[in-house]
């Protein structure tokens, strides 16, 4: 058996290579706009798919399982899609016709989904203080409460270094509670796709 990063090929993954490629473009565009928009094929799709294959059952089942595998692998990953291509290719064995179409609509939906990763930032560097700032509008006279204000400042640059940019964030407790929240919410995220991935 053998493993690349994001997908194990296997000999039933192969079989499936080889009716991908016997597949009609057109077809085979259809079922990955299917899987991309829904993300389930109903048997009414199926049926529509074989009326112009005219595969068995089993044969059906393993070409429609077998794309949905590979694009959910697929979509699991952050790559570059000539990485992509070349696996789909050399590892897989798609022949080059399928394995464009494929990259296609897996990089129209990744950007559909995440944005341009070009114009993307990762972040340097967190630097933060803590200020208090007296508030004085509903209180007696004379009277002062000290207001916690946290300020956090992101340097980020893009991908390639070539432009950085400095964002100061003030924020009240209530404000602090959001984004850890956030954060929170992110990093469990993350920890359940790399527990998929394992």
Request: aromatic share 6%.
């Amino acid at each position: 058996m053998l493993s690349l990063n994001w997908i194990t090929i296997n000999k039933r993954l192969l079989e499936a290579a080889t009716l991908i490629n016997a597949t009609p473009l057109e077809t085979f565009t259809n079922i990955l706009h299917i899987i991309t928009s829904t993300g389930v094929i109903t048997e009414d799709d199926l049926a529509t798919i074989n009326k112009s294959l005219q595969y068995s059952d089993d044969q059906l089942q393993l070409l429609v399982q077998s794309i949905l595998h590979i694009y959910k692998k697929a979509s699991l990953i952050v790559m570059k899609p000539v990485t992509l291509q070349k696996d789909l290719e050399n590892k897989l064995k798609l022949n080059s016709e399928k394995s464009e179409v494929f990259v296609k609509v897996w990089t129209d939906v990744t950007k559909r989904d995440f944005g341009d990763l070009d114009r993307r930032k990762k972040l340097d560097g967190v630097a933060w203080s803590l200020n208090l700032n007296t508030h004085s509008s509903s209180n007696p006279p004379g009277s002062q409460i000290l207001k916690p204000i946290a300020r956090l400042q992101l340097s980020m640059s893009d991908f390639e270094n070539k432009h950085s940019e400095e964002t100061t964030l003030e924020l009240d407790a209530q404000g602090l509670v959001e984004i850890y929240k956030t954060l929170e919410s992110v990093q469990n995220k993350l920890d359940s796709v790399n527990n998929v991935k394992s």
